[in-house]
């Protein structure tokens, strides 16, 4: 059974940061790509970050490049979320989310290529 625990979600300032965590039970980590996603209140869900199984590439929304970086340990089983210079639109529920794959350089965008999701971590950015 594959579990995706997050945390790190919060209020903060606009301007602030935050350090999303994603904690993975799986034992061949480095077999699964991986990404953050978001749904705010009457949204769909969206994606922000993806990273391929190695960690070796990453792939952002516009909204965010620059100022999000998504990371992957596999020694830790571990998924992060840096999120910088944070502004009020950024407020929503973010998931992790992972999938198993045996290509090495892709990353996936949709939702609907997910797997295995975490239960969501709150983020609010007040103005």
């Known amino acids: 059974q594959v579990q995706l625990v997050e945390s790190g979600g919060g209020l903060v300032q606009a301007g602030g940061s935050l350090r999303l965590s994603c904690a993975a039970s799986?034992?061949?980590?480095?077999?699964?790509?991986a990404g953050w996603f978001r749904q705010a209140p009457g949204k769909e869900r969206e994606f922000v970050a993806i990273?391929?199984?190695?960690?070796?590439?990453?792939y952002y929304a516009d909204s965010v490049k620059g100022r999000f970086t998504i990371s992957k340990d596999n020694a830790k089983n571990t998924v992060y979320l840096q999120m910088n210079s944070l502004k009020p639109e950024d407020t929503a529920i973010y998931y992790c989310?992972?999938?198993?794959?045996?290509?090495?350089?892709?990353?996936?965008?949709?939702?609907?290529?997910?797997?295995?999701w975490g239960q969501g971590t709150q983020v609010t950015v007040s103005s």
């Open positions: 799986i034992r061949t980590f480095t077999m699964y790509a």
């Open positions: 990273i391929t199984r190695s960690g070796s590439s990453t």
């Open positions: 989310a992972a999938r198993y794959t045996i290509s090495s350089g892709t990353y996936y965008q949709s939702p609907n290529e997910y797997d295995y």
